[in-house]
């Protein structure tokens, strides 16, 4: 009996370890999921910031993509295209361009603080289950021992 209690430990224990690796899988996915949101959001304060700077003949450097840049004067502040996602831009001007972005900013923690609500939730399903892994470690060794000295006791 206590050969197929043991056995049945191990596969217990095989199945919490994978459940475990799965659920350290995710919250690898999700703490990346994070970091990216973080530097969206630094590209958005980064925005905001600029145009807090910028005038009307302003000399930046914008990004052709490659790492290349061209220099190019700003003919208008107040002209700013703003992405409004799923692939849609508007010109709006200066000010609702920073409120724009500044809602930008606000989903963007929105969104950053339900991942990390979800990595907590896991984190905390992570213990749980390494905790039922020690418990069956433990009750596994309990019967093999057993096992042992009941067998010694017999001869």
């Known amino acids: 009996m206590s050969l197929g209690g043991g056995g049945g430990g191990r596969q217990q224990l095989q199945a919490l370890s994978q ?36 005038e009307t003949g302003s000399t930046v ?18 002209e700013v295209v703003v992405s409004l996602g799923g692939g849609y831009a508007a010109e ?17 923690d929105d969104r950053i603080e339900d991942v990390q609500g979800e ?17 069956a470690q433990q009750q596994m060794m309990q019967q093999q021992m057993q096992g042992m000295g009941g067998q010694d006791e017999d001869e």
Do not use: F, H
């Not at 907590?120 to 390494?130: C, G, I, M, V």
């Open 119 to 135: 990595i907590s939730e896991l984190e905390t399903e992570s213990q749980q289950l390494e905790q039922q892994a020690q418990q």
């Open 19 to 54: 459940e475990i690796q799965a659920i350290e899988e995710e919250i690898e996915e999700l703490e990346a999921d994070v970091e990216s949101l973080q530097t969206e959001k630094q590209e958005v304060d980064e925005a905001i910031e600029a145009l807090g700077v910028l």
């Open 61 to 78: 450097q914008v990004p052709l993509g490659g790492d290349a840049y061209v220099r190019a004067e700003i003919e208008d502040i107040d």
């Open 92 to 108: 709006q001007e200066e000010d609702d361009a920073v409120d724009t972005l500044e809602s930008k900013k606000e989903m963007l």
